[in-house]
């Protein structure tokens, strides 16, 4: 066993990222901690100055080699600490012992202060990998790092009805269960709206690129029934309709419909036809329409603005203001608008269909709309912790916390 | 702290000990036998509190060729002045061979860090001659890998009693009579040592001591040369 002349430190604390499962266990080590004496004259002492504790240590190594063979380990490496008066034998254990017990059995032997297992420890970084996660309004506003440990919208159909989205774009390449376009006289291209849109709802999480949408586990259908014009984003009501049909013939569990106009009696009749069916309908609202504008103002549809509103205007918010999601072509970028509000809401609601679904609570409250467990604030904005919690019928955010502390370290 | 007990270490003795061959036996940078090599067994007891006790055994050879042993015994305690630095204090007693003509005692003080050490030594009667000395060392060594070092070191041992009218003295192995001779010799040792395995350690290094001052002298042909030691740790 070679020498080490590290002085400190890198025994004790280490801070590694737990790791992901499927990864080999380590095999199990234990710290034995033999009391090391401070370097003093010596008659024998080498003449070379400082802490000649070279026999001090080779005294120490015979204890160290007497502890493994008497309790069958290897020993790995030795780290002098001066600094707490002990030299730190570090000892691989062999068998199904657990360093635990091991140590257990050698604290007390003569010469040892302590013995101890080599413990982990991990980061407490913000939850998730992607290097823009701590950008993103929702991961601040919504707590969204807490949310995802609740759920992540795993299993639920979300339709955006919305311009391109760009299918391969790396925060969105395995997020799409399907991309169709219903404007057959517009060259099918990844457009601004569409791709943002689909970035706050599910972009990959813990994928070392860009965001994590708010529902990175559930499965978009995208849905081309607008295109980019040159002064903003166009849809037809042809191009809504056949949308819509699609989404419910698809089984959607949510449709976004990040788009206003005039009113229209084929969108409404579907868009009826759809919250009939149980599904949510989320579209963006105008605050300076009444009721938010069309298609938000029908009745079963979640209005969504962003930015205060009033009480009692049938509207909630949720962030829509610099939000950074994805963009064509395979970037990201910050954008801003009711549009991005309801995408948020979207994801939320994904996240509430999936705990309802994993809760199997009562079939009458399966049925009741998502948006029923939406948990608003006076002043429209959605308290989304409290929305996750209700629909969990558990606690969301804050026993997060709770839980935090009663396995961390005492203050 | 998670999963273990905290001891509040079992104040049980350390036992340790050294062998060394040195090429030249120098005393505090003094050739005793003119650059004959000489073998040294040492062995230290670490107590609880710092307070320690040891011994050595080393034979030698003088310039005229006749072998001696000598003996040493010290103890002492050593304590943490901060983190990083240690005070060390303790007395010596020396037993030469061949009468006890020469045998004294010696109080030290030290204070050592991790790379260097600074101490000063006192004796009533240096080496029986009838003087009170003080030796001030001071040491200091380097890693340059894992297992190589460089190491310095400089002393000077001062005459503190009344500089006497006339004395008998030795000075280059000669009797004489005469105004006294200078107080201090100074001694300086630069080398570079090795730690070839885990309980082996070899050092090569340039030693020399000024001329005169108290006994031992050496003698002027022997004042510089180069020391070679070997040493087992267990």
Redesign the interface.
Known sequence: ?????A?AFACMALFAPLAPAGEPVPAQQVMVML?M???????????????SD??????????ANDIARAHGLRIVSEWPM??IGVDCYVMEVQGSRT??EV??KI??H????????M?EFSAMSSGHDDPLFSMQPAAAQWQLAKLHEVASGRGVRVAVIDSGVQADHPDLAQQLDARMNLVTDKPDVAELHGTGVAGIIAARADNHVGIAGVAPQSRLLALRACWQAADGTRCHSLGLALALNVAIERGADIINLSLGGPADPLVQRLIEAAIARGTAVVAAARKDLAGGGFPASVRGVVAVGDGASQRGSGMVSAPGTDVFTTLPVSRWGAVSGSSYAAAHVSGLLALVAELRARGRVSPVSTRAPLATDLVVGDDGRIDACASVARAAQSCACTCATMAGMESGTRR | ???????A??A?G?????L?LDSDYRFRGVSVGEGRPAA?????Y?AAG?W?A???FTRAQYASGSRYSQV?A?G?R???LT??L?L?A?A?YWWFSGGGGYNFAEA?A?V??????M?VNYSPNYFRDGFRTLYFDA???R?IT??W?V???AGALVRVSPRPAAVDYYSDYSYNTGPEPTRTRWDV?A?I?W?V???I?L?L?WARASRNGPIPATREGVRGGWVG?A?W??
């Open positions: 066993m070679k020498l080490l002349r002085f009391e004496p401070r370097a003093h004259f010596r008659a024998d002492g080498n003449y070379s100055g400082g802490y070279q026999a001090a240590r080779a005294a120490l190594r015979r204890v001066p600094v360093a635990a140590a257990q604290t007390g003569p010469h040892v202060a302590w013995a101890q297992a413990q | 702290m998670g999963g273990a007990a905290l001891l270490g079992a049980h350390q036992v340790s000990g050294s060394t040294r067994a040492g062995v230290n670490d710092g320690y040891g011994g050595s040493t010290y002492g050593v304590v943490a983190p990083a240690n060390d303790g010596t030290y030290a050592m860090s991790r790379e260097w050490s101490r040491t200091a060594h890693l894992d297992t070092r190491f310095v070191h040792r080398g040592g730690n395995t885990d309980d350690d050092q290094a030691s040493t740790s267990f």
